[in-house]
């Protein structure tokens, strides 16, 4: 079993950049497809991106595509999420995700499963 400790959050203005990491403990990281996800007032927990466990394939949601980097550092036991051109609806909490026996990355599109983190906030103002 793995935990996960969600870390860099903060305020920022629009078109700002954050760094989001993701630190899990156990031998047994590098085996974990991680995803991120992100959860705004009043709506459902989202996608946001998503990597395998070795790092070479990755997924994002279309509204981040382009602006959001998700990567992984085995040794570290660390998963970041690099977040560029930041938007005013970029605005929620996001969760690390840990999840094993994933074949394809498209599973981890649905928000539920796995193992979670306590969630770090991100808020964008204008």
């Known amino acids: 079993q793995v935990q996960l400790v969600e870390s860099g959050g903060g305020l920022v203005h629009t078109g700002g950049s954050l760094r989001l990491s993701c630190a899990a403990s156990?031998?047994?990281?590098?085996?974990?497809?991680m995803g991120w996800y992100r959860q705004a007032p009043g709506k459902e927990r989202e996608f946001v991106a998503a990597?395998?466990?070795?790092?070479?394939?990755?997924l994002y949601s279309d509204s981040v595509k382009g602006r959001f980097t998700i990567s992984r550092d085995n040794a570290k036991n660390t998963v970041y999420l690099q977040m560029d051109s930041l938007k005013l609806e970029d605005t929620a909490v996001y969760y690390c995700?840990?999840?094993?026996?994933?074949?394809?990355?498209?599973?981890?599109?649905?928000?539920?499963?796995?193992?979670w983190g306590q969630g770090t906030q991100v808020t964008v103002s204008a």
């Open positions: 995700n840990a999840r094993l026996g994933i074949t394809t990355l498209q599973t981890m599109v649905r928000a539920w499963g796995g193992t």
């Open positions: 990597i395998t466990w070795s790092g070479d394939s990755t």
């Open positions: 156990g031998r047994t990281f590098s085996i974990y497809a």
